[in-house]
Nanobody, 123 residues
Framework: QVQLVESGGGLVYTGGSLRLACVAS????????MGWFRQAPGREREFVAA????????YYADSVKGRFTISRDNAKNTVYLQMNSLKPEDTAVYYC????????????????WGQGTQVTVSS
């Protein structure tokens, strides 16, 4: 069992930055590919970014490519999402998730999910 706790959300203005963190419990964190998803009111949960267990493979949604950076520190059981040049359309609840295998990382079929952290970008 893996428990995930996100932090770092908040209110920023257009063009601002935030850094989300997701801390995982358990000693097997380093074995899991990790992903970030987001969900805005009235919309489906959508993929944001994913990273392989080693950090050697990284994937981004086109909407965030060049603005967001995913990274992980396996020694700290933590995955990060650095978000720069934020836009109002980035407003959503952001979730981190862990997956037992490395397939289909852009689909929300992960095995473990955090509770989410709210990101609001005001114009």
């Amino acid at each position: 069992q893996v428990q995930l706790v996100e932090s770092g959300g908040g209110l920023v203005y257009t063009g601002g930055s935030l850094r989300l963190a997701c801390v995982a419990s358990g000693r097997t964190f380093s074995r899991y590919p990790m992903g970030w998803f987001r969900q805005a009111p009235g919309r489906e949960r959508e993929f944001v970014a994913a990273i392989s267990w080693s950090g050697g493979s990284i994937y981004y949604a086109d909407s965030v490519k060049g603005r967001f950076t995913i990274s992980r520190d396996n020694a700290k059981n933590t995955v990060y999402l650095q978000m720069n040049s934020l836009k109002p359309e980035d407003t959503a609840v952001y979730y981190c998730a862990a997956k037992r295998d490395g397939y289909g990382l852009s689909f929300p079929r992960y095995d473990y999910w955090g509770q989410g952290t709210q990101v609001t970008v005001s114009s």
